[in-house]
Nanobody, 128 residues
C-alpha cells in the first residue's frame, strides 16, 4: 500500500513562507514526484515536479518563489514556499508516479494523469 502524507500547511500573512513535506511509505528513488494544488470549485493545477535526478519544473505562477526538493533516503519531497500571496491559498497535494517510470518530459508536464498515487492534502491559507 503506497501512502503519501503531507504536512507543513498553515495560515500565514502575505509575504510569508511555509515548507511543505510529503512522506512516502515506499521508496521514491527513480520516481517522478510533484505537488499540485486545488481550491474549491477549481481545477487541480500542477505547481512543481522533480525528476529522478533532482531537476525541478515549476508552474509559471510560482517560479522564483517556490522550490521543490527531494531526499530519497528519507522518502520525502519538500516544497519551500516563499513570498506567499493570497492567490496561493489552496489545498496542496503531493503526487507520485510509482507504477511506471516517467520520462523527464512527462515529469515536467505536470499532467495529473501521469501520477498514480496522491496524498490527502494539506491546507495553505495566505491572508493579505
Amino acid at each position: 500500500q503506497v501512502q503519501l502524507v503531507e504536512s507543513g500547511g498553515g495560515s500565514v500573512l502575505a509575504g510569508g513562507s511555509l515548507r511543505l513535506s510529503c512522506a512516502a511509505s515506499v521508496a521514491i528513488a527513480g520516481r517522478c514526484m510533484a505537488w499540485f494544488r486545488q481550491a474549491p470549485g477549481n481545477e487541480r493545477e500542477g505547481v512543481a515536479s522533480i525528476y529522478v535526478d533532482g531537476s525541478p519544473n515549476y508552474a509559471d505562477s510560482v517560479k522564483g518563489r517556490f522550490t521543490i526538493s527531494r531526499d530519497d533516503g528519507k522518502k520525502t519531497v519538500y516544497l519551500q514556499m516563499n513570498s506567499l500571496k493570497p492567490e496561493d491559498t489552496n489545498m496542496y497535494y503531493c503526487a507520485a508516479a510509482i507504477t511506471a517510470v516517467k520520462t523527464r518530459r512527462d515529469c515536467s508536464g505536470l499532467d495529473q494523469a501521469d501520477f498514480d498515487y496522491w496524498g490527502r492534502g494539506t491546507q495553505v491559507s495566505v491572508s493579505s
